[in-house]
């Protein structure tokens, strides 16, 4: 149950910097 909680907070953290850092290039190439 705690690791499955662990995965999901890793995971949604995960997908959180993977959208900043993408929104990131985009504001820097346009």
């Not at 149950?1 to 820097?28: D, E, K």
């Amino acid at each position: 149950m705690l690791a499955a909680i662990r995965w999901a907070v890793a995971n949604s953290a995960y997908v959180i910097g993977l959208a900043a850092s993408g929104s990131i290039v985009v504001y820097s190439t346009t």
